[in-house]
């Protein structure tokens, strides 16, 4: 008889890629400590070559969000499939993602394969429509627990055929 599948396989997040008092010392860091975790779960290839390809994009335009958002995000061969990690900060830390309303205390880090360009916009898109919500962001800030926020992520991607 085959080994139940791991209930997270499907999700997008899992709580072991979400990062609570994430303590970062500027947006490369966090990135870092995000993707870490991806890399951790098998979700990414290479490291190095992955970080590459969303600092990279960093350089192109801010990924910063109005509400202390950061959104760094990648297209990468280095990337089985589409992933997102969470990092909130430690209270009385902020990380400078380029927003205008000032620095981001959530960090969601995307990743998804090269190959899937709409995908990668489709996920971007929800995710922002979901962040632009203050009560959505405040779930997130106040949660304080990893399967809390896994799920607020993956609920708001419910619709997302992935």
Same mark, same amino acid.
Request: zero cysteines.
């Given at each position: 008889? &085959?080994?139940?599948? %791991? !209930?997270? %396989?499907?999700?997008?997040?899992?709580?072991?890629?979400?990062?609570?008092?994430? %303590?970062?010392?500027?947006?490369?860091? &966090?990135? &870092?400590?995000?993707?870490? !975790?991806?890399?951790?779960?098998? !979700?990414?290839?290479?490291? *190095?070559?992955?970080?590459?390809?969303?600092?990279?994009?960093?350089?192109?335009?801010?990924?910063?969000? *109005?509400?202390?958002?950061?959104? *760094?995000?990648?297209?990468?061969?280095?990337?089985? !499939?589409?992933?997102?990690?969470?990092?909130?900060?430690?209270?009385?830390?902020?990380?400078?993602?380029?927003?205008? %309303?000032?620095?981001?205390?959530?960090?969601?880090?995307? &990743?998804?394969?090269?190959?899937?360009?709409?995908?990668?916009?489709?996920?971007?898109?929800?995710?922002?429509?979901?962040?632009?919500?203050?009560?959505?962001?405040?779930?997130?800030?106040?949660?304080?627990?990893?399967?809390?926020?896994?799920?607020?992520?993956?609920?708001?991607?419910?619709?997302?055929?992935?």
């Amino acid at each position: 008889m &085959a080994e139940p599948l %791991d !209930r997270y %396989d499907a999700e997008l997040t899992t709580p072991e890629m979400v990062i609570l008092e994430m %303590d970062a010392i500027d947006k490369l860091d &966090a990135t &870092a400590q995000l993707a870490e !975790r991806m890399h951790a779960a098998g !979700r990414i290839s290479d490291l *190095p070559g992955f970080l590459r390809h969303v600092n990279a994009r960093e350089h192109q335009l801010a990924t910063g969000l *109005p509400g202390g958002i950061g959104l *760094p995000h990648a297209r990468s061969e280095f990337v089985s !499939r589409t992933t997102i990690a969470v990092g909130i900060t430690k209270y009385g830390r902020a990380l400078d993602f380029g927003a205008a %309303d000032g620095p981001a205390t959530v960090v969601l880090l995307i &990743a998804t394969p090269a190959s899937s360009f709409s995908e990668h916009l489709e996920v971007l898109a929800t995710l922002a429509r979901s962040l632009s919500k203050e009560s959505f962001r405040e779930s997130l800030r106040r949660a304080y627990d990893p399967e809390v926020i896994a799920e607020l992520i993956n609920s708001s991607l419910v619709f997302f055929d992935h």
